[in-house]
Structures are given as structure tokens and as C-alpha cells.
């Protein structure tokens, strides 16, 4: 299980599709901090992940700093075993801080959209100028370092028809691991989705370029649906199971079953209890079933195990209920899966050995590290 820590409301950016608007109230102190680790060490019985959350939780470093700490005690005590990653728009990380993460293993994510023009279009400073000039430089500073970072990319409306650059743009910058989301919330129009679908296409022919040219790279959304029709998994139940999985940690020290819930507060229906009295079951299990019933337009579906209609805090975040799929949601699984296939049939009818190696070989991404390990050597 991972437990993600909002250490604070506030963030350095202005962020026009951000959850958790406005950006205030006061960051999580280091006893609601320390209670968040026990709580997590006691639930999972084992290895707990600690994912550090905003806002932008790099406004807190020494708060950080402090709580891995405690888990090093934690764990020379025997009480618990942890692992860490951080999410942030990057701003505020520097070299200091990065040896730091590098030196306890946090893994690092970052947040940038693609190209200057989707960047700058909603990730702005809170006087209106843009951002992108400032982040680039570190997304190169943090590659440079992690050449396995995540990058996490955010789709607007008005951004799509930069998808497939912005996506291109970020591999050549470095980028090998390029997560793309979707703002499902965002004024999608007909004309919005079909642009969309057409960056989709385009970037599915690219990614086909790609891997015959033997260049490694994970592109979310395409590797989870080639992977669900591959090993045959139900990829609603990997992805979302909402407080089973991943619990989500308020400033406060409450308990929700997803990042998306933290805004509603302590005393609405998704709270499912706190970090020092630990969770009623009751609330999360309630939660859970909402989530997971079958929904009226999925039944019939031949996509269903492999869309996210399962997905609560989605559904919630666009109809206002765990139970009523969203209708772009549904749009926009009806879009990529039909791409993904084409992708994975074209691959597997020419052999393409990355494309095997991929998706078929359970140890390719350590002999892949190990390779490229070979190669820096070499230089």
C-alpha cells in the first residue's frame, strides 16, 4: 500500500486545472507527519510506500527531510520497511535536494506538459508570467541524474492539438518514462475530442517509428492497454481500488481513498478516518463497492476489463458520483484502445524484438538498465 502525504494546500504555480484550488491552509506538521508513517507501518504490516504530495511539497524540504528520518529509526527499530517518491512541478529542486532523494532512493517525478506553448498555456507563476523557462532546466538537471524519472504531462482542451509535439519534444529532451494524463474535468467539446483523436493517431504511428528504431521509452496511456490485452489483466482492478491500494493523507492527519478526495474535507462522506484512530472500514469498504459496481453502460461493453470505468475518483471528479461513468471517460477509452491494438498487432506481426522484450520479457527492464549501465560506461 502507499500512503501519499500532502504536506501542504500551497504551490509556487497557479495551475488553471489544479484540484486543489486555492492554494492555502496550513502545511501538515511533523507529528501528523510522524503519526502518517506509524499508522502506514502498522496497516501494511511491511514495505510501505511514502509518496510526498501537494500542492508543491518541495515548499516544505526540511519537513521531508525530517520524515524520512523518523522511518530510518522506524526501521532500525523493526518497525516497518519504507520506500519513497516525491511529485513536484520542480521549481524548488535543486542540486542539494537531489543528492539528498539520490542518496535515500526517493524517486522523483515531475510535472511538465510538452512544449513551451502547452506549458505556458495553464502552468503559470501566481503573477501571470510563464514557467516553462524555469523548468526545463531542472527536468535536464533531474535526467541527467534519474535518466528514469517520470515525467508527468497534463492534456487540456485547448492543448491537445500540441500532444503528439509535446510528447515528441520530451523524449528528445531525454525523457524515457512520459506518463500522459488527461484533464477529464476541462471544457471537452466534440471538436476538442476529435483533435484529440487525431493527435492520438499521429502519436500512434510514431511510437511505431519509434520502437523499429530500437528507441527505449514508456509512453503511458499506450503500455498499460497493450499490456492489459497482452497478460490478459483486468486493468480496472490494477488501477483503481479506492482505499485499498492507496490512501491519501490530509495536512490534518484525515484519511481518504484517493488524491482527489482530500479537498472535500474531514467531515464530507469520503473521509474514511485519521491517522491516529486509523480507518473505518465500514466508510472504505462503502466506498469501494460504489466504486466497483458494474455501471448500466458498461455491461454490454467489450472493453470493459480494459477501461478505467472503475475509476471512482474520475467518475467523481466529472459526474459528481462514484457510480455515473464520466462520458469522456468513456470517449476517451473508445479512442486509445482501438490505437494500442493496431500498435501491438503491427509489432508482433513484423517481431520487432524491443517490442517482445517489452511486453513478454519479465526481465527486461533490468537487463535494460544493465545495458544502458554498459554503454555510459563505455563513453
Not at 194 to 214: F, H, I, N, P, V
Not at 350 to 374: A, C, I, Q, R, V
Request: aromatic share 8%; hydrophobic share 35%; glycine share 8%.
Amino acid at each position: 500500500m502507499h500512503l501519499t502525504l500532502h504536506l501542504t494546500r500551497a504551490c509556487n504555480l497557479r495551475c488553471a486545472y489544479c484540484y486543489a484550488q486555492p492554494h492555502s491552509g496550513p502545511a501538515m506538521t511533523f507529528d501528523t507527519g510522524r503519526n502518517a508513517l506509524r499508522f502506514g507501518a502498522q496497516t501494511t504490516g511491511g514495505s510501505c510506500g511514502i509518496v510526498f504530495f501537494g500542492g508543491e511539497p518541495l515548499l516544505h524540504k526540511d519537513l521531508i527531510r525530517d520524515l524520512v528520518a523518523e522511518t530510518r529509526a522506524m526501521q532500525r527499530r523493526g518497525e516497518g520497511r519504507f520506500h519513497f517518491k516525491l511529485t513536484t512541478n520542480g521549481l524548488l529542486l535543486d542540486e542539494a535536494f537531489l543528492e539528498f532523494a539520490l542518496d535515500e532512493d526517493i524517486l522523483i517525478a515531475m510535472s511538465l506538459d510538452g512544449v513551451r506553448a502547452a506549458h505556458d498555456r495553464h502552468r503559470r507563476f501566481p503573477d501571470g508570467s510563464p514557467s516553462f523557462d524555469r523548468v526545463l532546466p531542472k527536468l535536464r538537471m533531474l535526467l541527467a541524474r534519474r535518466p528514469y524519472a517520470s515525467v508527468l504531462m497534463v492534456v487540456n482542451p485547448d492543448t491537445a492539438p500540441l500532444l503528439t509535439e509535446s510528447v515528441s519534444f520530451l523524449l528528445d529532451e531525454g525523457c524515457r518514462y512520459v506518463i500522459v494524463s488527461l484533464n477529464y474535468a476541462g471544457p471537452w467539446g466534440e471538436a476538442e475530442l476529435e483533435e484529440l483523436a487525431r493527435q492520438y493517431q499521429q502519436l500512434g504511428d510514431l511510437y511505431l517509428a519509434w520502437t523499429r528504431q530500437g528507441r527505449k521509452f514508456y509512453l503511458s496511456p499506450f503500455e498499460v492497454k497493450l499490456s492489459s490485452h497482452i497478460q490478459g489483466e483486468d486493468v480496472r482492478k490494477e488501477h483503481c481500488e479506492l482505499g485499498m491500494r492507496q490512501i491519501s493523507v490530509d495536512p490534518q492527519g484525515n484519511l481518504f481513498p484517493c488524491v482527489q478526495f482530500t479537498v472535500a474535507g474531514a467531515e464530507s462522506r469520503w473521509c474514511i478516518g485519521d491517522v491516529v484512530s486509523g480507518i473505518d472500514e465500514a466508510k472504505r469498504n462503502r466506498l469501494r463497492g460504489e466504486s466497483q459496481d458494474e455501471k448500466e453502460p458498461c455491461r454490454q461493453c467489450t472493453l470493459r476489463r480494459r477501461c478505467h470505468n472503475t475509476c471512482g475518483c474520475l467518475n467523481w471528479q466529472t459526474t459528481g458520483s462514484l457510480a455515473r461513468i464520466s462520458p469522456i471517460l468513456c470517449r476517451y477509452e473508445q479512442m486509445l484502445i482501438p490505437i494500442a491494438d493496431r500498435i501491438g498487432e503491427t509489432l508482433y506481426r513484423e517481431g520487432n524484438t524491443l517490442f517482445f522484450n517489452k511486453h513478454y520479457n519479465p526481465s527486461y527492464p533490468m537487463l535494460s538498465l544493465l545495458e544502458d549501465l554498459h554503454e555510459e560506461a563505455g563513453r
